[in-house]
Structure formats: C-alpha cells, structure tokens
C-alpha cells in the first residue's frame, strides 16, 4: 500500500519525537517498536549514528524495507506486513549488525513478581531484576529489569551500544516502579550500567546495577552480566548432611581470613591469589589446622580496598579482584569436599557514597533515609539503608538468601548490628530521631532481623547467621518467635576485650584484674557466644596478638599459648584471625601478608601446631562441645585464686562419659602440688599441655595424675599437679 511520510509519524506528537532522541522520554515503548494503525504497520527504530537501517525477514533475510529518516536525531521508521517477523539490518559506518528489535517485545515481568517487589517479599531477587541471560520467543539476549521509581527516563548503557543513554530507554511498569528491558543477542560477559534521568530532567552520573551478580574489578565500576547457566555442585552430601542446628551443638572453631592479604606473590608484582588458587593453597591449609569454617571478610563487590569490603557496593556480586562469580562457587565447592564450611561478613548496615552507587540511586533518597540523621554515619562517612521501606529491605534479604541459596554459603556473620539497632549510634544529643515511642531503639531493625533470620532458618537449613552485636541488647540469639532477633551466635565482644586486656598485663599485676577472666561465665549462657580475636583487634596501632603479651620473646609466647588454651577451654565457639596461627609479631596490613617465614622458627611453628592440636582435641570431646551452649556442661574448678593467677575449668558431656580438666597458670611460676577438685575417681590424663616442648615450651608438668579421696573445692575426690608457668593443660578423665 502506499503512504506518506506523515503516516510514519502517526500516533506521535513533535514533543515526543525530539524528547526520545534527547534521551527524555519516558515511554520509549509507545513510539519505537512495531505499532499498528488500521492498515498501517509502522516500525520505528532509535538509532544515533546509523548511516541507514534495512528491515529484513527474519526466516529469510529477504529485505522488506528501508526505513526513513524522521527525526536527525537518528530516528528512522518504515511501514512493513502486520504479521512479519522482522530483524533491523543497520548499518554503521564501520560496520554492520543484525538484530531483533528491542522494542517488539511485550512485558518482560509478572504482576506476581512486580507485587512482591513492592512488597519486599521477593527473595529471589538476583534472578529477577538486575542483567539475566534469557530466551524469549526463541531469541537469545538479556532481560535487564531495575528498580528505579522515581526517574523520569532509564536507559542501559554498554559497549553494546557505545554507552550511548538514547539507544535503549526502558519500559516503567509503573506499579512497582520497574524499569525493563529485553535486548537480543546480548550475553554474558558484556559490561553494562544504567543511565538515569532524575523526576527534574537531571542526568545523573551513570550507575551501577544494584543487583549485578557480577563486576567489574576495582578500580573499574561497570556491572557485568553474569551467566545463567547453574554451577555444577558436587557437594550434594555435605549440603544433606549440615543442618545449622547440628552444627550449634557441634565444634566451631573458624578462620578468619582477608583475602588479599593472606598470600601475595612477590614474584608476580605482589599480586593475590585468585579464587582458583584459594582452593589449591587455603583449602588444604585450613584443613590441615582443623578449622571447621573459614570466614571471608566481606567479598562483595566494593570499590575501595583500603576499606576491607565493609562498604560494599555489590550485595549479589562476588568481588570481581579474585576472579569470575562460577570460580567463586568452585572455592565454595571445595571447601565442602575438604569438610570445611564457608562463612562470609555481610555488610546490611550501610553503604558507601560513590555517585555511581546506590547514593540517590534515581535522584531521590531511594535506598537510604533522607534525613542525614538517620541516614548517615559521621564515623564511616557511608548512608544507612532505610529499613522502612519494603524494597529495601527485600533487597537485603535477598542479597544475604543469594550467598546462601545459590552460592551454598553455610553462614553469614551480619557486621555492625548494634549500629543498626540503635538510632542514637555514635550521635550526640540532637543529631538522632527517636522511635514512634520516644525511644532510641531502632524498631526498623528489630523487625528485620527477625525478618532476615526466620527466612533464612526456614529457606536455609544448613545456614546459619552470627551478629557482630557490642552491647546487651537482649535475646539475639533467641528464636524470633519468642521475642529474639533470631541469630544462632552472637560475637562474645565483652569476653574479647576483658580477657585480651588482663593478657597485657604483666603477670605481677594479674592478680588485680582476676575477675577479668572468669567474668564472661557469668552471662555465658544468655546468648548462644563465639568467642573471637578478629582482624580489628590486631590492626590500627593495636598490635598484633603476640605484641600484646608481656615479657620477652620467650615469654610473650607462652602467654599466648596459655591464652590460646584458655580460649579453647573456655565454652564458646571459637574464632581467630589469620596470622594469628603463627603468632605474627607485628599488626595486620591489607596490603600485604601473613608473614609465613615465621614458620622457620621453631617457636612460631609450634604456635601453629598448638593450634591444630587444640581445634583436633575441640572436634573429639564431647565436653568440650556441649557446655558451649549449655550451663550443666560447665562449672569453675578454680576461679577464686587471684594471688597465683590460677583458673580451673571443668567440663562435660550430657552423659559425663567425657569429663575434661582444663587448668591455666597466667604467671611465670611453675606451681607443684597444686590440688584441685574433681567429680570423680580415676585416672586424669594430660592430653595437651601448651608448655610442652613441641610447642615450643619448657616440657614441665605430669602426663597424668590418679584422683584420691581427698575433699577439695567443694569436691569429694582431688587431684595433685604440678602447673607450668604460662600455661595450659587439659586433663581428660580416664575409667
């Protein structure tokens, strides 16, 4: 049939036609694409640059016509058959692509999956918005999907289109503020952003996907499309096998670990190891010491390095500094066949400002609050999420269900809590908002963490959540049900603190801060406690472990061996930073390693096998399990004897079948002829002793004693040691 150019232009307005090749025009969809008017079949293409663009047959590349130029602003249009499948031949002035047109595609996403965005119960949000690898009608490409409700335009922007915001303005579904967009023949591995256009007709700096799953690494910023295409698991028993509820009962003794820091090749420029290279060299490793967890200090994507990963940007995506999301799961999935669970500290408390991050991420306060007084920290110059938003706070939900669900991540240890539960956190008077009540709780945050833990218990059996908590706020670990915040483990930061500081006392003076070291028992089992020497207590001018020790060389390192064996006699789950293993002489530096050389010494080395020996005795006794988490475990042999630095722990099994004796003696004074307690007749065997010689020790002290019927401590039945200076020793109880 025959028609105008006029008739190309049908159904549009002059205003709209120069606002979409401005880039302004928030309904791309009711003019680009295939339309029909009458008769009429009209297609309209957008695209800057082009010297000229061929509709062609898509079954058979048969050219059906040239569309026209409409607008200089590279907009083109032509009339075609109603019912033809049609691909854009275009022309390029160096080159020539073939592709389906973006714009003859219906809605992408279900009013199911709009309605629960909005309602901030879509857990599985990494495979609904952000960049999905897809086939639709039988042609291959990229759904991308983001929220964004308050833009008047959103475009994606890429390599694939010069990162050029007029090519692909998306579709507003404008019920739950999505934006959307399918673009054929896109496929993993392109790096992509999005292109906003505030409610002010403001161009905003190009941003980041929120939802990515994978990036760019730092320094670079762009989101990349991740493939769809599933990991190939093989950890299908260890996955069937580990429930989080098994797990609290058993040893958790866990390794902390900076990644960029553990190991650097000198040879290679300094260089870390990548994800690969993790799984060939700390896998093996961790197994050998007999940790049963390894934490990873936060490895979303964050774009400063100096920050540890505690402002991350990218809550799906892996940190793109050790390699590709699928290397990754393969770290994972060999932590599993090693028998090594996987933890990762994930950041919900706050995001850093970067322009193209989630800071005013469509010109609105749309991810943090809009009052600084409830939306920044001062200490870490980072917004904090709005936990009175629905999206938002499914968005974190889902972030911490993709790490556990598809990365089979066996448990998250949440950073910060006690910054999220309060809202006058690090503020003075007047630069906070009180609750609904007047109080200064945050109850934003309560609700979700009771959100976050219950969803997770109920979706993630084999996961399980530790709170980074420093204060008393009550019942963190107890179930959401009963009132609690519904995480298995709270960091035991008070037992941290108190008992590093009488360590760094000289022994003389111990005697005045005894109660340092027998205080944590007394609300030991309030909560469900990992007792931790984490990163931030060996950086920032603290020192190192070793350095804190008084004395020489020799005495610093049987304090710490005594401490160690202190700690792993004390109930509580267990947590070191790397390093730490070796007695490492001086603080943590994220820019460089652990100083494996120390290992050439004799000393050192044997600091480290004192720590495989303790997390071994920790996985076979029963005793030193159960009283963990449950008081009828545990009592004080001896907790009174400040003047000679003496502590005494006993510790059993529910059926005292194991039975364990676990005497510390903090001062360089050997002790002979120190009678102690105990439930019961027998033999006591001396199974470790952190003063013996393969640790680097003096070798004094008994390798067994016989209990006699000689009262003492409130104890029928006695045993005489002899207790090493500095030092540790576990007794088990022998029929």
């Excluded at 393969?330 to 850093?352: E, K, M, N, S, T």
């Excluded at 480290?608 to 009828?632: G, K, T, V, W």
Aim: overall charge negative; aromatic content about 12%.
């Amino acid at each position: 049939m025959r028609y105008e150019r006029t008739d190309l232009m049908i159904g549009t307005v002059q205003e709209g036609l120069q606002a979409l090749v401005e880039g302004l025009h928030g309904d791309p969809f009711s003019i680009l694409g295939r339309h029909q008017y009458g008769d009429l079949t009209v297609v309209r293409a957008l695209l800057p640059g082009a010297a000229s663009v061929d509709v062609v047959e898509a079954d058979t590349g048969r050219v059906l016509t040239r569309l026209e130029t409409i607008h200089e602003g590279g907009l083109f249009a032509g009339a075609i058959g109603s019912t033809t499948n049609y691909l854009f031949r275009i022309n390029w002035p160096d080159a020539v692509q073939e592709t389906e047109d973006p714009y003859f595609f219906g809605l992408l996403l279900g009013e199911l999956d709009l309605h629960l965005i909005s309602q901030g119960t879509h857990y599985d949000l990494g495979r609904t918005l952000g960049a999905i690898p897809m086939e639709i009608d039988g042609i291959q490409g990229v759904r991308f999907c983001l929220w964004a409700p308050n833009a008047r335009r959103v475009s994606v922007v890429g390599d694939f289109n010069s990162w050029d915001g007029r090519r692909h303005p998306m579709r507003l579904r404008p019920s739950a503020g999505v934006w959307e967009l399918f673009i054929p023949r896109l496929t993993h591995g392109e790096r992509y952003k999005f292109e906003l256009i505030d409610a002010n007709g403001n161009l905003m700096p190009q941003k980041a996907d929120p939802v990515a799953r994978a990036s760019e690494a730092a320094p670079s910023t762009a989101s990349i499309v991740a493939p769809s295409k599933p990991f190939r698991w093989s950890d299908e028993d260890w996955m069937r096998a580990h429930r989080a509820e098994r797990a609290l009962e058993g040893a958790i003794s866990v390794y902390e670990v900076h990644l960029g820091s553990w190991l650097r090749i000198a040879e290679e420029a300094n260089r870390s190891l990548d994800w690969v290279e993790f799984s060939q060299r700390l896998v093996p490793y961790v197994q050998d010491l007999g940790f049963t967890h390894i934490e990873l200090l936060p490895i979303m994507e964050h774009p400063f390095g100096g920050s540890w990963g505690y402002q991350p940007l990218g809550l799906f995506a892996p940190t793109g500094r050790y390699g590709l999301p699928d290397d990754f799961a393969y770290f994972v999935d060999r932590c599993h066949a090693a028998g090594i669970g996987v933890i990762l500290d994930w950041v919900p408390a706050h995001f850093p400002t970067d322009v193209w991050g989630l800071a005013r991420f469509d010109g609105t306060a749309l991810y943090e609050h809009e009052d600084p007084r409830e939306g920044f920290h001062k200490d870490w110059n980072t917004l904090i999420y709005n936990l009175g938003r629905n999206e938002v706070k499914g968005f974190l939900i889902a972030s911490a269900l993709e790490w556990l669900e598809h990365y089979h991540v066996d448990g998250l240890r949440v950073d910060a809590v006690a910054s999220m539960l309060y809202r006058d956190y690090s503020r003075n008077e007047g630069e906070w908002i009180p609750n609904a009540y007047g109080g200064r709780e945050n109850l934003e945050a309560v609700e979700f963490f009771k959100h976050l833990n219950s969803i997770i218990h109920h979706r993630c059996p084999h996961a399980f959540t530790a709170a980074e908590e420093s204060t008393a706020w009550p019942g963190v670990t107890t179930r959401p049900e009963d009132g609690g915040l519904g995480f298995d483990f709270k960091w035991n930061m008070g037992w941290m603190h108190d008992t590093l500081h009488y360590m760094q006392e000289d022994p003389v003076h111990r005697k005045y801060h005894h109660a340092a070291m027998t205080f944590g028992m007394i609300y030991a089992y309030s909560e469900h406690f990992m007792l931790p020497l984490s990163h931030d207590e060996v950086v920032h001018g603290k020192g190192s472990l070793f350095a804190k020790m008084p004395g020489d060389h020799w005495q610093r390192l049987a304090n710490l061996r005594a401490y160690y064996g202190f700690m792993w006699g004390h109930p509580g789950k267990k947590l070191i930073f790397m390093g730490c293993e070796l007695a490492q002489e001086s603080e943590w530096d994220h820019d460089g390693s652990v100083h494996w050389d120390l290992l050439d010494s004799p000393a050192h080395a044997g600091i480290q096998r004192l720590i495989r020996d303790l997390n071994r005795l920790y996985a076979q006794e029963p005793a030193l399990q159960f009283s963990d988490l449950h008081a009828a475990g545990f009592e004080w042999a001896v907790a009174d004897d400040a003047e000679n630095s003496v502590y005494g722990m006993l510790r059993s099994s529910p059926d005292r079948s194991s039975l364990m004796l676990i005497m510390s003696n903090l001062t360089p004074v050997p002790r002979y002829g120190y009678r102690v307690g105990v439930p019961t007749e027998g033999r006591w065997q001396a199974v470790l002793n952190t003063d013996a010689a393969i640790y680097g020790g003096a070798n004094l002290g008994q390798t067994e004693v016989w209990a006699e019927r000689q009262p003492s401590n409130g104890k029928e039945y006695s045993v005489l040691l002899t207790l090493p200076p500095l030092a540790t020793v576990f007794l088990r109880h022998k029929e």
